[in-house]
């Protein structure tokens, strides 16, 4: 009397026919159980970025419930005051003044930064691979200049006296000799332009040409064989697949040129013009560094952190709708 030998095969594991006839019993797979260990992983980073911006961010919505002037840098205990430095910014038709002038100075740039932009990065698919390398080339040398650099070299191109523009546009016939440009608001303003859009343009170039790259080509030559001209290409088929692109590089642009100051600052202490050409960031630091009036400068920033969440959330709301879509 033979006696034959039950295999057990756990419940979940899928079989397979053999040969024979006989279903033979695939391994089952491993579940790596998740424990503590991926949030123990994230840990370190969270508690570095909590202590690299969550401690100033504190910090600084403290200070703007507070008197902190220069007495306060010598250990005197800084007087609560509650809201009374935002009734102040409230009442302060200068500030108010500031912001439109901030904002509408932020949508310029960030505008034709991402016109310019944007219309380098659809030249460069067009150029040739040694056109597109030169080009490129130029784009990563202005975009890696440093700021103060580049401002000196404006600043010379921009002189009353000695700049090549005024030199130039002379020469064209305008009336142009000794033309002041930084010490009259609307030319400050426009030189200032120039200035962050030429450093801010090779950023939105490259991206956007970064995103340029992963449309299709067979969908642009089908369009093309249907009969459909370059515009309504760029309308139909590429704008809507770079969309997101788009998006974030378009909310970025706004951030940073809503927070600009360097150029500002540096063109300021060439053209000796101050209040008429302050924006948000170099009212904060004179007010601040300038004056000692620390708690004030704190309330604008904190204002200005308000402003740039209001100015910032329907481009956050859209890239949100674009990915659920």
Not at 72 to 100: I, M
Not at 117 to 134: E, F, K, N, Q
Not at 294 to 302: I, N, P
Request: charged share 15%; with cysteine.
């Amino acid at each position: 009397m033979h006696s034959t030998a039950l295999t057990a095969t756990p419940v979940d594991a899928p079989t397979e026919p053999a040969e024979g006839g006989r279903p033979v019993a695939r391994p089952a797979r491993r579940r790596t159980p998740r424990g503590a260990l991926p949030y123990a992983l994230v840990l370190p980073a969270l508690a570095a970025l909590c202590v690299g911006l969550g401690y100033p961010l504190a910090r600084q919505l403290v200070l703007s419930f507070q008197d902190y002037g220069l007495a306060q840098q010598f250990g005197q205990p800084a007087p609560w005051v509650g809201l009374d430095n935002y009734r102040a910014l409230v009442d302060d038709t200068y500030l108010w003044s500031l912001v439109l002038r901030s904002v509408l100075f932020c949508f310029f740039c960030a505008g034709v930064t991402m016109a310019v932009g944007v219309g380098i990065a659809l030249l460069l698919r067009l150029m040739s691979r040694t056109l597109r390398l030169l080009v490129q080339t130029a784009l990563l040398l202005a975009w890696a200049m440093p700021v103060l650099a580049v401002l000196t070299v404006w600043q010379w191109l921009f002189d009353s006296q000695y700049g090549v523009i005024n030199w130039t546009l002379t020469r064209l016939g305008g009336d142009f000799a000794g033309h002041p440009w930084l010490l009259e608001p609307l030319s400050f303003f426009l030189v200032a332009a120039i200035v962050v859009v030429w450093m801010s343009v090779p950023f939105v170039a490259f991206t956007v040409y970064a995103g340029l790259t992963q449309v299709p080509e067979e969908l642009l030559e089908a369009a093309e064989v249907d009969g459909a001209d370059a515009r309504s290409r760029l309308r139909h088929i590429i704008l809507p697949v770079i969309r997101p692109v788009l998006l974030v590089v378009g909310l970025l642009q706004v951030i940073w040129d809503l927070r600009v100051f360097t150029q500002i600052y540096v063109l300021q202490k060439a053209g000796g013009v101050t209040a008429d050409t302050n924006l948000l960031g170099t009212y904060i630091y004179r007010s601040g560094i300038g004056e000692g009036r620390f708690g004030t400068a704190a309330a604008v920033a904190v204002f200005m952190l308000v402003l740039t969440i209001v100015l910032t959330s329907p481009y956050v709301v859209r890239m949100l709708r674009e990915e659920e879509s």
